[in-house]
């Protein structure tokens, strides 16, 4: 499964990729105008968040391999980018 965070505008912020591996990447352009547009957070905790999200594969390897705190890579997507969409008000869709 693809999970995605999206801005109102449709915009994909980051696309992570769910199967037996995991993979994320960000929309630098749409990260970028969204970064500019934060006026009442603080910028560097959405960098991070997203930076995150971005190494999302290392979580899973290197942490929830030892942790066993999900059971798939979809799971895993799913609950931080559900997270990440409420705290930074961004659209989570899957494909």
Same mark, same amino acid.
């Given at each position: ?21 995991? $993979? %994320? ?7 970028? +105008?969204?970064?500019?547009?934060? #006026?009442? !957070?603080?910028?560097?905790? *959405? ?9 999302? $594969? %290392? ?7 030892? +942790?066993?705190?999900?059971?798939? #890579?979809? !799971?895993?997507?799913?609950? *931080? ?15």
């Amino acid at each position: 499964m693809i999970h995605f965070l999206r801005d109102k505008q449709n915009n994909t912020i980051i696309e992570i990729s769910a199967y037996e591996d995991v $993979r %994320a990447s960000v929309d630098l352009e749409a990260f970028s +105008e969204r970064l500019l547009a934060i #006026t009442t !957070e603080d910028p560097a905790e *959405f960098v991070a968040d997203m930076e995150f999200l971005n190494n999302i $594969r %290392a979580f899973w390897f290197e942490v929830n391999y030892y +942790e066993k705190r999900f059971k798939t #890579t979809n !799971e895993m997507a799913k609950h *931080f980018c559900k997270e990440a969409a409420r705290k930074w008000n961004l659209y989570y869709v899957t494909d």
